[in-house]
């Protein structure tokens, strides 16, 4: 690294350039040609005996879908001193619909939980390549009905159902909100989407600008993004490629986190603008120094404490606009 610094290396701020040290000697080889059981072992997360962030009550839970029972997390936080039911977040992982595991989007969901007074469900969605699309949205859809028709018994309140992820998890959010309008059912309370993977074209110019940063490169990218829709798939439909939707109108208020060195910056950006165009309020952040992946990376990251502190803002203020003191 050292010897030869790439292009966007003097965007990179401290930590993220001593993480992005670290991640080339751990992974010598593009995920692509790893394939996904190899790229699976290597970056997988073992559950921490020691969380940074403590929470009194994390449930494991089965969440019953169309293809079976699905493993779940929900993340309690700290009782206050009114027995009012809870507003929820589901969090959707990431890992470019191939990766990813409840464990390594536990220490975000236990901050985003002890800092918001939400609650947050993590659920374990099927991924591809043995599951393409839709196989991941209909879990994340799922999900969402099991928790509302369950709310009363785990004290969350129905009504205030948000749905956000991170990467391929911000993908299944933003679609699972097209889906649902779609559909004419109540909307989430809100989407975070956070540098979220919401387009097929491959164009924009963090594309090129970025195309081998840190732990997500843009072949990376495409070869994740093939996984999921199928081999040699080239035709897919809004609810895989939310950017494909003709109309982003009436969806719920969105809040849009991207990092600065990211082949995905500029498409969550463009989505971004496109909802607020479309009459959707937005709340749209860009993250200087830092890239794709860090929102997770709890402890590790300054900007990390940052982006969930924006997060956190966002939920509270949904909480108060929908249930005033």
């Given at each position: 690294?050292?010897?030869?610094?790439?292009?966007?290396?003097?965007?990179?701020?401290?930590?993220?350039?001593?993480?992005?040290?670290?991640?080339?000697?751990?992974?010598?080889?593009?995920?692509?040609?790893?394939?996904?059981?190899?790229?699976?072992e290597?970056?997988?997360?073992?559950?921490?005996?020691?969380?940074?962030?403590?929470?009194d009550?994390?449930?494991?839970?089965?969440?019953?879908?169309?293809?079976?029972?699905?493993?779940?997390?929900?993340?309690?936080?700290?009782?206050?001193?009114?027995?009012?039911?809870?507003?929820?977040?589901?969090?959707?992982?990431?890992?470019?619909?191939?990766?990813?595991?409840?464990?390594?989007a536990?220490?975000?969901?236990?901050?985003?939980?002890?800092?918001?007074?939400?609650?947050?469900?993590?659920?374990?969605?099927r991924?591809?390549?043995?599951?393409?699309?839709?196989?991941?949205?209909?879990?994340?859809?799922?999900?969402?009905t099991?928790?509302?028709?369950?709310?009363?018994?785990?004290?969350?309140?129905?009504?205030?159902?948000?749905?956000?992820?991170?990467?391929?998890?911000?993908?299944?959010?933003?679609?699972?909100c097209?889906?649902?309008?779609?559909?004419?059912?109540?909307?989430?309370?809100?989407?975070?989407?956070?540098?979220?993977?919401?387009?097929?074209?491959?164009?924009?110019?963090?594309w090129?600008?970025?195309?081998?940063?840190?732990?997500?490169?843009?072949?990376?990218?495409?070869?994740?993004?093939?996984?999921?829709?199928?081999?040699?798939?080239?035709?897919?439909?809004?609810?895989?490629?939310?950017?494909?939707?003709?109309?982003?109108?009436d969806?719920?208020?969105?809040?849009?986190?991207?990092?600065?060195?990211?082949?995905?910056?500029?498409?969550?950006?463009?989505?971004?603008?496109?909802?607020?165009?479309?009459?959707?309020?937005?709340?749209?952040?860009?993250?200087?120094?830092?890239?794709?992946?860090?929102?997770?990376?709890?402890?590790?990251?300054?900007?990390?404490?940052?982006?969930?502190?924006?997060?956190?803002?966002?939920?509270?203020?949904?909480?108060?606009?929908?249930?005033?003191?």
């Amino acid at each position: 690294m050292t010897k030869s610094r790439p292009s966007y290396w003097g965007h990179l701020d401290a930590d993220a350039q001593l993480v992005a040290q670290a991640i080339a000697e751990v992974l010598r080889s593009p995920l692509r040609e790893l394939g996904a059981e190899s790229a699976r072992e290597l970056l997988s997360t073992a559950p921490s005996e020691n969380p940074k962030t403590h929470l009194d009550r994390v449930d494991e839970l089965t969440v019953r879908g169309r293809s079976g029972h699905l493993r779940a997390r929900l993340y309690h936080p700290p009782r206050p001193a009114t027995a009012d039911p809870r507003p929820a977040l589901i969090y959707l992982h990431g890992g470019g619909f191939v990766l990813g595991t409840l464990d390594g989007a536990d220490e975000v969901c236990r901050a985003i939980a002890a800092r918001s007074g939400w609650a947050v469900l993590s659920p374990e969605y099927r991924l591809a390549p043995e599951h393409p699309h839709p196989a991941a949205l209909e879990d994340s859809f799922d999900a969402l009905t099991w928790l509302r028709r369950s709310a009363p018994e785990l004290g969350i309140d129905p009504d205030v159902i948000a749905v956000g992820g991170d990467s391929a998890g911000g993908n299944l959010a933003a679609a699972l909100c097209l889906q649902i309008r779609d559909l004419a059912l109540p909307r989430p309370a809100s989407q975070v989407l956070i540098y979220p993977a919401v387009d097929d074209s491959f164009s924009r110019p963090s594309w090129t600008e970025f195309a081998d940063a840190p732990l997500l490169t843009a072949a990376d990218a495409r070869w994740l993004w093939q996984q999921y829709v199928g081999a040699g798939r080239v035709n897919v439909g809004h609810l895989a490629a939310p950017m494909r939707a003709r109309s982003l109108r009436d969806l719920p208020p969105a809040l849009v986190l991207t990092a600065e060195v990211d082949p995905l910056r500029d498409d969550g950006e463009a989505y971004a603008e496109r909802l607020r165009h479309d009459g959707v309020a937005v709340t749209a952040i860009r993250y200087p120094g830092v890239f794709h992946g860090f929102f997770t990376e709890v402890g590790v990251f300054a900007k990390t404490d940052a982006a969930i502190d924006d997060v956190v803002h966002h939920l509270r203020g949904l909480a108060a606009t929908a249930c005033p003191t």
